[in-house]
T-cell receptor, first 113, second 113 residues
Framework: GAGVSQSPSNKVTEKGKDVELRCDPI?????LYWYRQSLGQGLEFLIY????????KSGLPSDRFSAERTGGSVSTLTIQRTQQEDSAVYLC???????????FGSGTRLTVV | GNSVTQMEGPVTLSEEAFLTINCTYT??????LFWYVQYPGEGLQLLLK?????DKGSNKGFEATYRKETTSFHLEKGSVQVSDSAVYFC????????????FGSGTRLSIRP
């Protein structure tokens, strides 16, 4: 597609429920990234994919967080047993290479109540 | 480890003032450097980039020069406008191929008419 697409754009969930966030990168972009931006904070790296593999998962905050990417395209970030501190905007980005820069989606705003 | 340190905000200027937002980095190897901008209610957008020492990135009147000797990538604009009000993020990326981006904490800029 023309840009990085994320869905849903907003999600309100009850504490303890599982959520799935989707990212559809730009066609042909082999690298895909997930970041988290909490209110008034900077961007926290979560995980990075090159193709379908994840060379760097160092940013996942706990084992409640997982992500997968299939077909070198769409990625899903899953948060199990959500907690209130998980409330944030989850951003996805894709890239051809580091020198091309990174294109971000509009994000999914997750609110855990 | 790699890191980015940028000027804390908020920064408030009058229209047509000169802008500098400082950014310094720590990295092994030869990173690419970026400035991203986040306008109110919008997603992150790449503003400019530089991929090697002494390169100057420029866009929309903004400039930043990759200074290896001072490990800096300061953002400048000669005459700011109200429409430049946004949060600005300095970032770096290392590696021979796509790798994770490390962001600074962001600087909120407000321009008074």
């Amino acid at each position: 597609g023309a840009g990085v697409s994320q869905s849903p754009s907003n999600k309100v969930t009850e504490k303890g429920k599982d959520v799935e966030l989707r990212c559809d990168p730009i066609s042909g972009h082999t690298a895909l990234y997930w970041y988290r931006q909490s209110l008034g904070q900077g961007l926290e790296f979560l995980i990075y994919f090159q193709g379908n593999s994840a060379p760097d998962k160092s940013g996942l905050p706990s084992d409640r967080f997982s992500a997968e990417r299939t077909g070198g395209s769409v990625s899903t970030l899953t948060i199990q047993r959500t907690q209130q501190e998980d409330s944030a905007v989850y951003l996805c980005a894709s890239s051809l290479s580091r020198d091309h820069g990174y294109t971000f989606g509009s994000g999914t705003r997750l609110t855990v109540v | 480890g790699n890191s980015v340190t940028q000027m804390e905000g908020p920064v408030t200027l009058s229209e047509e003032a000169f802008l500098t937002i400082n950014c310094t980095y720590t990295a092994t190897g030869y990173p690419s450097l970026f400035w991203y901008v986040q306008y109110p209610g919008e997603g992150l957008q790449l503003l400019l980039k530089a991929t090697k020492a002494d390169d100057k990135g420029s866009n929309k009147g903004f400039e930043a020069t990759y200074r290896k000797e001072t490990t800096s990538f300061h953002l400048e604009k000669g005459s700011v406008q109200v429409s430049d009000s946004a949060v600005y993020f300095c970032a770096l990326s290392e590696g021979s191929s796509a790798s994770k981006i490390i962001f600074g904490s962001g600087t909120r800029l407000s321009i008074r008419p």
